[in-house]
């Protein structure tokens, strides 16, 4: 999947190298350190919990962890996308042919990944992974011999809107096809599901099986995410803090599109049933506050003849002919600067209930289908430098067993006080364009120009946000995923931890001479010598989870808040 124009994209680049430098601990975890005791699943002790048949979520003393199915403490470090390229690239030829070249088949090449991560000092298989580098039963029959925890995902606001695989009576419809080009100008790549139709929360509960039959039981899967950020426009940030780019409010799109929708000329899908839920949802909404079509209108100052259509939407006067064009909605979708005071607010209150209802659908049918299993809520919250809107973040931390979201200080500081006590996963992602396979394309701005600049600012961000701590004193973040495995030829950018010929960024594979790798692959055979960007990686991997043995060390008598889930 291409992630341009994504939250993920921006996220940290507005951090920049210099200032996450001088934050100061990544100095000492630059130096590397050796591994602590870990159990089978990547979890160090002391012991926090008890054996069970699931990852859990505990607070221990200040620190939120996660506590594998041995009862041990767990740092989550994953990868994004551990998966084959099959993009022709620069040397004509794709990476899904060169693996099957280099290890005789995909699944060898999957056992061998994981090998890879775990030397690297990675122990999580995050969301977009190939079935065939999981520990449990793929749809082709196969099973990983190389074993490492993973989180999987259902997706419902990206496959729901097509119905893909027929898992629903009909498709889920997009609120932003809904809206009038002549009001809302916004971003249209993605789409806005509405989550009150009932193929919404049917093809969640569908997709929450998985495809692998012994997902549900197998304890190395420690949860199900129920979404990719990215795919539902309005998750992004809100304008509470300053952001590159601010997502519309969603309440505001409810309220503007279309009652009723027969098609999607975009997605090629047309419907059967033409009811909008989520505008009738508002519409009762505010029926069961105001009463009168007369309350409505005195509190918004608003002129609406009638709670339903009276002409037709965009123009009619009824409240569901409402088009955004109303003199006190305004057409700010973002901002909502030219809404009247009562609209504001009742846009406010309707987003909170809109959220809470997109997770009672996907985090229900996660723990009906998954029971046990951890809830993540989609990766991933305040893009682009910005926070997610505080209502979003309340329903999610009411829903969710585990927030995705990006920090820094004050980010943590807001998303805690609107989403509660709650763990943090975060996701870490850059590259260096001049220093790798995609050398050839311009280098992002604010990114690195080496692997070794690229590695430092791994360092520093994953230090900073393993040590941050809240005004409460509480260390919220137990984890985070890095994008991605392999470089995107799409975006070209260098996101990945190997190249498109499969080598790793590490000073020594992604080289122009030729060799073999510790278990004697072929490596090398690049255009140029690219460099070491997994050494520090991989100290810092180390080194984070030695602190947290001490920091649990030292919390052995803490106060301990019960294990979740």
Known sequence: MSYTNSTRAHTLVVLTLASLLASGPADAIAQGAPGAQRDRFGGVMPRVGQPSDSFKVAKIGSRWVFVTPEGNAFLMLGVFSVDVGGSID?????????IVVKYGSKPKWAEYAVKRLKVWGFNTLAEYATEYVLPTTSQYGHVNAEKMPYVTMIRPAYYGLTNQWNAAPGPVKDLIAGTDPAVYAGWRGNGTPDVFDPNFEIYATA????????????PWLIGIATDDADNIVGFGPGPELPAPRIHPHIAWLVLATNFQQSNNDRLRVKYTDTKVYAKYAFRDFLKA???SIAGLNAAWGARYT???????????????????RS????KDYDRLTRATPGVRADLDAFLYEFAKRYFSATAGASRKKMPGKLVFGPATFNGWGGLTRKEI????????????????PQLLELTTRYAGDIPIVTWTGVGANPDSSLWRYPNPEGWPKTQQERAKLYNA???RDFNITTPAGVKHV??????????SWGEKSNWGLVSFLDNAYDGKEAVRARGEDQWGFPVGGEERDYGDFLTTVRQTNLELMRQLTDDLARSSTAPRRPERR
Do not use: C
Request: aromatic share 10%; net charge negative.
């Open 90 to 98: 620069d040397l004509k030829d794709t990476h899904a042919n060169r």
């Open 207 to 218: 997709m929450a099986g998985g495809s692998s039959p012994d997902a549900a039981k197998s």
């Open 289 to 291: 506050k105001y009463d």
């Open 306 to 324: 009638s709670w339903d259509s009276d002409g037709g939407w965009p123009s009619g006067k009824g409240f569901l002919d409402e088009s955004g």
């Open 327 to 330: 003199s006190w909605v305004g």
């Open 393 to 408: 973040l309340r329903a999610a931390g009411e829903s969710v067993d585990v927030l995705q979201a990006a920090v820094t």
């Open 461 to 463: 961000t994953l230090s």
């Open 478 to 487: 137990v984890g985070t995923k890095f994008w991605a495995w392999i470089d």
